[in-house]
């Protein structure tokens, strides 16, 4: 299967309507999670898209960008590097910010999770407006890690986030409208 086929996928996840707002069109992959076989068989898919981008590290942001580079990363045969909320790792850290909705949320890596020139896999499960991975993204290259590739299970076409994403090669498995 390549991303383009991805679209048996989207019978496994289930919309959910206005939540956690109105008029928000939530995308539920825990109906896909609990499916042993299709959930191997997304994780698989994913990694023969992203097997030929050189990648070292996956790194996935919390929470479900764990639940996606885990497995992925396991796949691929090569580290998983956690993406925090602020607080939650224990060594030195480097922080990054992004945009809410209505305000900012800070993420945290740690300072000696990438070496300089180590190509990097970024991966989340949902592609949106792209600030959460950018914020990713931006603390890997401080780090002086290379990414290489950005992966998500489902991309919210609507919502323009590989617009801001442009000088990446991005993979997504299954695309939707916001």
């Known amino acids: 299967m390549t991303p383009k086929d991805g679209e048996w996928l989207k019978q496994l996840i289930r919309i959910i309507p206005d939540f956690p707002m109105k008029g928000i069109s939530f995308k539920?992959?825990?109906?896909?999670?609990?499916?042993?076989?299709?959930?191997?068989?997304?994780?698989?898919?994913?990694?023969?898209?992203?097997k030929g981008k050189?990648?070292?590290?996956?790194?996935?942001?919390?929470?479900?960008?764990?639940?996606?580079g885990?497995?992925?990363?396991y796949e691929l045969g090569i580290g998983?590097?956690?993406?925090?909320?602020?607080?939650?790792?224990?060594?030195?850290?480097l922080r990054g910010e992004y945009k809410l909705e209505y305000g900012k949320d800070v993420l945290e890596i740690h300072r000696d999770a990438i070496r300089p020139g180590q190509k990097v896999l970024v991966v989340d499960?949902?592609?949106?407006?792209?600030g959460t991975i950018s914020a990713s993204v931006d603390m890997v290259k401080q780090l002086g890690g290379n990414v290489v590739a950005l992966a998500f299970l489902?991309?919210?076409?609507?919502?323009?986030?590989?617009?801001?994403?442009?000088?990446?090669?991005?993979?997504?498995?299954?695309?939707?409208?916001?």
Not at 32 to 47: M, Y
Not at 54 to 68: C, M
Not at 159 to 173: A, E, I, N, T, W
């Open 54 to 68: 050189g990648a070292e590290l996956v790194v996935g942001p919390e929470a479900r960008g764990f639940i996606i």
């Open 154 to 178: 489902i991309e919210l076409t609507d919502l323009k986030g590989r617009d801001k994403l442009k000088d990446f090669d991005v993979v997504s498995l299954i695309k939707y409208p916001s």
């Open 80 to 93: 998983f590097v956690p993406v925090r909320k602020a607080g939650k790792l224990p060594g030195p850290t």
């Open 125 to 130: 499960d949902l592609l949106a407006t792209g």
């Open 28 to 50: 539920d992959i825990t109906t896909l999670l609990k499916d042993g076989e299709a959930w191997r068989k997304s994780i698989r898919s994913l990694a023969e898209a992203c």
């Open 70 to 73: 885990a497995p992925l990363a």
